[in-house]
C-alpha cells in the first residue's frame, strides 16, 4: 500500500538555524499538508498547498514558515530561524482529489528538537 | 470552529479487554478520521469514516453523523495497541484544514 515517508525521523538543531524537513506524498496525489503536535498536546494545522501554491494556512504559519514543491516528488516545509517552541513532531499529509479528497494520509513524522 | 471531544481521556485494559472510545464534535461532518499515535510518535491511519460502520480486523468504528459522534471498538486488545487514539473532522464543509480531537490515551497491559 503507497504510503507518505518523511525524513529524516528526527532532527536535532541549535535555535537560530535553518531546518528543511521533507516529505514524499503518495504519487498520484495532488493535495498537501503540514501539521505539527507539541509534545503531550493536540495535532495542529500548519498549511495545505494545492497546484503548486498555499490554499490555507493557520495563525502559526507566519513569515519564520514556508512550503515548496521542488519537483515532482517532494514537499517540504522549511523554519528559517528556529525558536525553542518550534520543537515539536511535524506530520507530512497527502490526499487525492477523488470522492475521497478528505482522505489525508499521514506520514510517520519528523521530530524536531531545537535546542 | 467545530469543537471535538474524546472520551474517555485514559483507559488502561489488560491484554484481551474489548473497549470503545466515542469521539463527540459539535457540527455536521462530511469527513472523519480515526489515527492511532504509536509510543513511537507516528501516526497512523485507522478509518476513513464520514457515517456508517467500517471494520478492519480487532478494529470497527462507527459514526452517526446525525447525532455528531464517532466510536471506534477495539476488541481484543494487545499491548501493541497501546498509544494514543485520535479522531479528526475538518473544521468546516469548505477547507481540508483536520481539527484533531483530544486524544483516548490507551493503555494495555499483559
Known sequence: EPEVTQTPSHQVTQMGQEVILRCVPISNHLYFYWYRQILGQKVEFLVSFYNNEISEKSEIFDDQFSVERPDGSNFTLKIRSTKLEDSAMYFCASSDETGVRFTQYFGPGTRLTVL | ?110
Open chain 2, 1 to 110: 470552529g467545530i469543537q471535538v471531544e474524546q472520551s474517555p481521556p485514559d483507559l488502561i485494559l489488560q491484554e484481551g479487554a474489548n473497549s470503545t472510545l466515542r469521539c463527540n464534535f459539535s457540527d455536521s461532518v462530511n469527513n472523519l478520521q480515526w489515527f492511532h499515535q504509536n509510543p513511537w510518535g507516528q501516526l497512523i491511519n485507522l478509518f476513513y469514516i464520514p457515517s456508517g460502520t467500517k471494520q478492519n480486523g480487532r478494529l470497527s468504528a462507527t459514526t452517526v453523523a446525525t447525532e455528531r459522534y464517532s466510536l471506534l471498538y477495539i476488541s481484543s486488545s494487545q499491548t501493541t495497541d497501546s498509544g494514543v487514539y485520535f479522531c479528526a473532522v475538518p473544521l468546516s464543509y469548505n477547507t481540508d484544514k483536520l481539527i484533531f480531537g483530544t486524544g483516548t490515551r490507551l493503555q494495555v497491559f499483559p
